[in-house]
T-cell receptor, first 112, second 112 residues
Framework: DSGVTQTPKHLITATGQRVTLRCSPRSGDLSVYWYQQSLDQGLQFLIQ???????AKGNILERFSAQQFPDLHSELNLSSLELGDSALYFCASSVEGANVLTFGAGSRLTVL | DQQVKQNSPSLSVQEGRISILNCDYT??????FLWYKKYPAEGPTFLISISSIKDKNEDGRFTVFLNKSAKHLSLHIVPSQPGDSAVYFC???????????FGKGTLLTVNP
């Protein structure tokens, strides 16, 4: 158990729908990162939050949004889902200034 | 924007032999380099890292080499064990935030 908790582990939904993925970081970690792993695409950085503020943005689609709440948990919202959004979504956390990120087990999204 | 290339999607070695995984990068701003290992149905876990001021770092059976002039990062596993069979990602950090940029991963299979 890495200490980073992601829910749900698996999610199956239809095109056009909206889903929310949740992440609780390790105790004491203020930074949260979201990554997407699609087939043959490796780990693609989506967005980073630090203590509730957006810190960096990567290849995140406009249909996707995220936020970090005062209790430091984070949610990734995916809307108007397309077949190509099927992927593993990982959350990672770290303390400020750390070089190493700790990843959760991921949420597997299947869009049918 | 292919800042990182992990050109071998898969590698197969015999137990007891050396496994060598490679990554190339183009971004001169990268200053910290990591390897992560990922088993199926789990999140990536940190394996070993190296800063830009060093060219080699060892941790037991794992050694990471950095060739800054060639912009090349490698991971050596000696001796390889069947439990090392996993997907290995190289990760790169640089810039004002602490996000990691990853390669696409190499599936290592160690045969008994």
């Amino acid at each position: 158990d890495s200490g980073v908790t992601q829910t749900p582990k698996h999610l199956i939904t239809a095109t056009g729908q909206r889903v929310t993925l949740r992440c609780s970081p390790r105790s004491g970690d203020l930074s949260v990162y979201w990554y997407q792993q699609s087939l043959d695409q490796g780990l693609q950085f989506l967005i980073q939050y630090y203590n509730g503020e957006e810190r960096a943005k990567g290849n995140i689609l406009e249909r996707f949004s995220a936020q970090q709440f005062p209790d430091l948990h984070s949610e990734l919202n995916l809307s108007s889902l397309e077949l190509g959004d099927s992927a593993l979504y990982f959350c990672a956390s770290s303390v400020e200034g750390a070089n190493v990120l700790t990843f959760g087990a991921g949420s597997r999204l299947t869009v049918l | 924007d292919q800042q990182v290339k992990q050109n071998s999607p898969s590698l197969s070695v015999q137990e007891g032999r050396i496994s060598i995984l490679n990554c190339d990068y183009t971004n001169s701003m990268f200053d910290y380099f990591l390897w992560y290992k990922k088993y199926p149905a789990e999140g990536p876990t940190f394996l070993i890292s190296i800063s830009s001021i060093k060219d080699k770092n060892e941790d037991g059976r794992f050694t990471v080499f950095l060739n800054k002039s060639a912009k090349h990062l490698s991971l050596h596993i000696v001796p390889s064990q069947p439990g090392d069979s996993a997907v290995y990602f190289c990760g790169f950090r640089g810039g004002s935030n602490y996000k990691l940029t990853f390669g696409k991963g190499t599936l290592l299979t160690v045969n008994p």
